[in-house]
């Protein structure tokens, strides 16, 4: 079956649609590539032919390149996968630059057919990149659609000439938006913006773009970069314009990238060295710099993380397969504060009919309000409409009447984190709503099993963590208790992709999976200023690894109460075996000077009147001198990494954790671990295991047991192993 | 191995650097070609005497394009049997040209060369040349490039340095220069400079002013909004130095160097030189030395440039009876002042680029030469000059009279 039907209608004009079999979306396939070309070289070498349209078959025109064609043409490779890459994508620049010059006698520019690209919905990527090497792209004028390449977002760029295309098209500062941050936008902002030449009603698409093939002149089939005395627009590097643009971008670039994603230096280095060349050499370059980041570890570590695996959770890859469809009609959500109100506005949002409950109307109103705010804000924005305001509100009903749960086939308990109280809450509960009933909670700290106790259906009780805004973060921990069932499981994850977020299934134990490994990060932060390391060197160390906040800022963010409290509980739970009173002796200290956090515009750091942060709080130094002697920022790298790369290792040594690509995926969507790594595991592989296990011996001697090398990892780095060596097979049979 | 003398050092008088400067409608070949004429004045140097002419500058394009040294010489009163070439070591241009000519007569390549330096800052402007290292992003990236004025205010901020200090620092400058300017120190080096009917279009330096800490605390700093807003290098600067929380950015107009027109020429030779053409020697080049250094921070050459140069000379810093260093910035001063825990006094004693001006490429040289008119007006036996240089480096020389 092909993926491009090819046809010519009477007047001479082919028509060559791309229609992939079975998929509701086209993406290029390393097939369909060749396809391609051979329906251009019928277009080129049919005298009878005098131009053609490239369209789709479907809705949309495509949404991308299909990832694997990158894996095969490493794989290929054998043992050079760089030359692989290389020869691979110079044959895609191949195919492109020929629908581009179209037959056309290489001095007088004359001669060509047009080739016009008609695009009737969403065009991402390679969807782009094939339009973009037409002679024209017409878009139909579908608010919905998307138009753009967003490669940077998973940590490459665009490499089948999108990037070379765009910068002589646009300039570079225009084209920044879309080739550095992956910008995406409506045809109508497409064509505003240059993009793509020009926008129809849906309806005239085909008809126009004909109308164009037909009406062709020569020198309007010319790209201006093959035409005499082209000038890059905005300046070529070192014309004084764009020199200020380039130096500004490295810059920009460098910072904000903190040194740690390769893909959008290498663009950017793609895009400056391909300025000073002739445009076939442009592409020769920025194949090479494509290949470079397709080859860094960093880039499959992303589009592994942050792709193949997050999509493949949000597709129930670990959903009990034999469970039927258990998507949420009714869900009931008690306890109206932050979290309950978060999660009532994001159930409505999908379309779930809520019952919001707490004990007082007033409580639950004030839930309420927390969706209409967020809807009048979104509607300010233009992301929201009235009509979609009113729809939202009309599905949430707050209340204290227990009784409207009745129906429900799902419930979020989200009430105050205390055994006694959520157990009182689940009886009264589940004599209201019937048999079916799942019942979750939205605990951060209690064992499920624990809570589930209290339960008729221990078999149908289960935890839903969300994190916190809950409108916002987009992983979601589930837990599965000691007695939790198939069902509840399945019922959590067809919820949560109805809410559209990455979920991922831990089992229970202490602080579940996220919490586990975010805890000893932060700790290891403030032990580190009891020890008399700089705070800036903490801060500044993580910002090194790519976090976006360091720890002391997360306890900020987070608040030093909620570290007392955990702390209290945790020593409270583990007795003299607790490790943690150095990180105690700051925390406590700073609650008792009133330095709660972010909340109380006082904590690790100074905040201004308007709560924005001023600085290390100066105070912090005075109890904790800063010590003469610093540490190499390398040891505090590590210390911070290997405080929660370890805790993953044990919550999947321990069971914790069934599948490394959830611990991947868990840690940078809930804490946004190191993205540019992929993940815990993903980083522990770049490091290989027996480098990582030296280290953990190295932090073992001089600090402690805390960085014990885990039995697992120990196994490994003998064997010479890494995670995703081990575990794939595991992983996919899951 | 044979020694290197100065015979003689000239330098123009140094304007300022912008549209209003007295030197911005003289060519930077004109500026060059007087200088070189004054040295050849004072030193008879007719006929084919020296090797080379070996000239600092650093922006080489436009007018300074092309090999200015040839055309400086083709358009001077020297013998056209006299070759030129331009070098570019940045800042240290001048001082540069001279360790390379003294280098060369000490290796036997000749009796005799000029070495020195034009920049004209006002006609040629600073960056016009362009640059890989701040606009190639992989090169940009890799070196962790920011510009100087960033560099100067991270070594401000990892050193401790406040505003008040290198304030202070400024107007002891401007104080330092006025007097010494008063006091006819500069007389010896600087020539007027004449168009060509010999008027005379400059005599002396025009841009040492009065100030004070009040004025100078007036002024906005320079490179904050590059650091903290666009395009943002101070986050570039933090990946560098982690440890910092933040850059300090403390340096302004007033005490940083200022743009300048100027050029200077040293007469560097070997014994028989002197004897042969009836000139005396008026110091010994003892020891040179260059040096790389981590590029973000750029600007602290001249502390391991000063280690290495004394290395070389066998000496150690208590030796060294007087000191130039290049005021690049006030902190680049302050460094040197702290790394050597130097006395003030022996430093820059009378004001520096700060109070005058730092025309790039010439620079080098005119310190040099005044740091010879100090030894020999206050009677001191050894002096070293260096400077700090763009992408991290630095340089140094030991004179030593005879």
Redesign the interface.
């Known amino acids: 079956m092909a993926d491009f039907n090819y046809s010519v209608d009477a007047d001479g004009v082919a028509t060559i649609s791309w229609d992939v079999p079975g998929k509701s979306m086209n993406v290029l396939s390393y097939a369909a590539l060749e396809e391609l070309n051979g329906h251009i070289d019928t277009v080129l070498a049919d005298e009878a032919v005098k131009g053609a349209i490239i369209t789709s078959g479907k809705k949309d025109f495509a949404g991308g390149m299909d990832l694997n064609v990158i894996a095969q043409m490493k794989e290929d490779a054998g043992d050079d996968p760089a030359k692989g890459l290389f020869d691979g994508i110079m044959q895609m620049h191949g195919v492109l630059r020929k629908i581009e010059r179209a037959g056309m006698d290489v001095k007088t520019n004359k001669g060509g057919k047009p080739i016009v690209a008609a695009l009737p919905g969403i065009a991402l990527g390679i969807g782009l990149e094939i339009p973009l090497a037409c002679h024209r792209i017409i878009a139909a004028d579908n608010p919905k659609a998307k138009i753009g390449l967003p490669e940077i977002l998973v940590g490459i760029f665009p490499g089948a000439g999108g990037t070379t295309r765009l910068v002589r098209k646009m300039g570079a500062m225009a084209a920044a938006p879309f080739l550095l941050e992956g910008k995406t936008v409506a045809p109508a902002k497409a064509k505003s913006a240059g993009l793509i030449d020009e926008v129809v009603a849906p309806e005239e698409l085909q008809a126009r773009a004909k109308e164009w093939v037909l009406n062709a002149k020569d020198a309007d089939i010319v790209k201006p970069w093959d035409a005499k005395g082209y000038k890059m627009p905005g300046g070529a ?2 014309h ?1 314009a764009g ?1 200020q643009t ?11 990238t ?2 740690v994603y390769p893909a959008a ?1 290498a663009l ?2 793609a895009a ?2 391909g300025a000073m060349v002739p445009f076939d050499d442009a592409l020769r370059v920025e194949c090479r710099w494509f290949v470079n980041v397709l080859m860094h570890p960093s880039s499959s570590a992303m589009i592994r993380s942050l792709f193949i695996n997050k999509q493949a959770l949000e597709k129930g890859a670990v959903r009990p397969k034999d469970v039927a469809d258990q998507s949420v009609k009714k869900v009931g959500v008690l306890g109206a504060g932050m979290m309950g109100a978060g999660i009532a506005l994001v159930s409505a949002m999908a379309g779930m009919e809520v019952v919001l409950i707490d004990q007082n109307q007033e409580a639950a109103d004030r839930g309420k309000s927390y969706s209409e705010t967020y809807l009048d804000k979104g509607i300010a924005r233009k992301k929201a409409t009235p009509e979609k305001k009113e729809a939202v509100l009309g599905a949430i009903t707050a209340t204290t009447d227990l009784e409207a749960l009745k129906g429900a086939d799902l419930i979020i308990e989200a009430v105050f984190e205390d055994v006694g109280v959520k157990a009182e809450m689940t009886k009264k509960v589940e004599a209201v709503v019937g048999e079916d009933c799942i019942f979750a909670t939205n605990t951060s700290t209690l064992p499920i099993t624990e809570l589930a106790k209290a339960s008729e259906r221990p078999d149908g009780f289960i935890g839903i963590h969300f994190f916190s805004p809950v409108e916002k973060m987009m992983l979601v921990e589930i837990i599965k208790g000691k007695e939790t069932g198939d069902r509840a499981v399945a019922k959590a994850l067809d919820y949560v992709r109805q809410i559209r977020k990455t979920p991922i299934v831990v089992n229970d134990a202490r602080f579940f999976y996220c919490n586990r490994c975010i805890i000893p990060y932060i700790n290891e932060g403030i032990r580190m200023v009891g020890e008399g390391v ?4 903490v ?3 993580a ?2 690894l790519g976090f976006p906040v360091g720890p002391l800022q997360l306890v900020d963010e987070t608040s030093v109460e909620l570290g007392v409290k955990i702390a209290k509980a945790t020593k409270a739970a583990m007795g003299d075996a607790y490790p943690d009173g150095a990180v105690d002796d700051i925390i406590f200290w700073m609650a008792d000077e009133g330095r709660m956090g972010r909340k109380a515009n006082a904590g690790f750091y100074d905040y201004d009147a308007k709560g924005k942060r001023a ?2 709080w100066a105070g912090l130094g005075e109890k904790f001198a800063v010590a003469d002697e ?1 540490p190499d ?1 390398t040891e505090v790298k590590h210390r911070l990494m290997m405080s929660q790369v370890l805790e993953a290792v044990r919550a999947l040594e321990e069971g914790v954790l069934e599948d490394i690509r959830e611990g991947d995926v868990g840690a940078i969507l809930a804490w946004g671990f190191a993205p540019w790594s992929g993940g815990p595991f993903s980083w522990l592989d770049m490091l290989g295991a027996p480098y990582a296990a030296e280290v953990c011996d190295q932090l073992t001697e001089k600090f402690g047991p805390r960085f014990s090398t885990p039995a697992l990892l120990r196994e490994m780095a003998e064997e010479g192993e890494g995670f995703y060596e081990r575990f794939d097979e595991s992983a996919d049979a899951a | 191995m044979t020694d290197a003398y100065i015979y003689d050092a000239v330098r123009s008088p140094r304007g300022k650097g912008k549209k209003d400067g007295t030197l911005h409608e003289v060519t930077a070949a004109r500026l060059s070609a007087e200088t070189l004429n004054e040295l050849k004045r004072r030193n008879n140097l007719e006929g084919h005497v020296v090797e080379d002419v070996i000239w600092g500058n650093v922006t080489q394009v436009g007018e300074q394009g092309a090999c200015l040294a040839r055309s400086a010489v083709l358009y001077s009163d020297l013998d056209e049997r006299i070759p030129g070439v331009s070098i570019n070591r940045f800042c240290a241009s001048g001082l540069e040209a001279v360790n390379m000519a003294a280098n060369q007569v000490r290796g036997g390549a000749g009796d005799a060369y000029i070495a020195g330096g034009v920049e004209s800052m006002s006609r040629v402007p600073m960056g ?1 040349d ?1 640059g890989a290292i ?5 090169l ?2 890799k070196t ?3 510009p100087q004025g960033i560099s100067a205010d991270i070594i401000a901020t990892e050193y401790g340095f406040s505003r008040d200090d290198c304030d202070a620092y400024a107007v002891e400058s401007q104080k330092r220069a006025a007097a010494a300017r008063a006091a006819g120190r500069f007389e010896k080096s600087v020539y007027t400079l004449r168009d060509q009917n010999g008027l005379a279009i400059m005599s002396e330096d025009e841009m040492i002013r009065e100030t004070n800490m009040q004025t100078l605390g007036g002024l906005n700093p320079s490179f904050a909004m590059m650091g903290e807003q ?7 600067a ?2 560098k ?6 850059i300090n950015h403390v340096h302004h107009a007033g005490n940083s160097s200022g743009i300048a027109d100027g050029s200077a020429a040293v007469l560097i030779g070997n014994k028989e030189f002197g004897e042969r053409h009836g000139i005396k020697p008026r110091a010994r080049i003892k020891a040179t030395s260059k040096v790389g250094t981590d590029p973000t921070i750029m600007l602290t050459g001249p502390v391991p440039a000063t280690e290495r140069v004394l290395a070389a000379a066998g000496m150690g810093i208590g030796d060294i009876d007087l000191f130039e260093v290049n005021e690049a910035f006030a902190s680049v001063v302050l460094r040197f002042l702290q790394a050597f825990n130097a006395d003030h006094d022996k430093v820059n004693v009378n004001g520096g680029a700060i109070a005058m001006g730092h025309p790039l490429g010439a620079t080098g040289a005119m310190i040099l030469g005044a740091l010879l008119d100090e030894m020999e007006r206050s009677d001191r036996e050894t002096g070293l000059a260096t400077l700090c240089i763009g992408s991290g480096m630095g340089a140094a020389t030991i004179l030593e009279r005879v």
Do not use: T
């Not at chain 2, 130095?241 to 933040?246: A, D, N, R, T, V």
């Open positions: 590097p070192y004084p020199f380039y130096v500004g971008a490295a810059a920009m670039i460098h910072g904000k903190a040194g230096k950017l280095s400056y060295e700089s705070p800036a060197l801060e500044g160390a910002r090194l600085g290390l610093q920022v | 016009s362009g701040a606009a190639d992003p992989f940009a990236a962790y490039f920011v666009m395009p943002g290098f101070d986050a570039v933090l990946l130095y982690p440890h910092l929380e933040k």
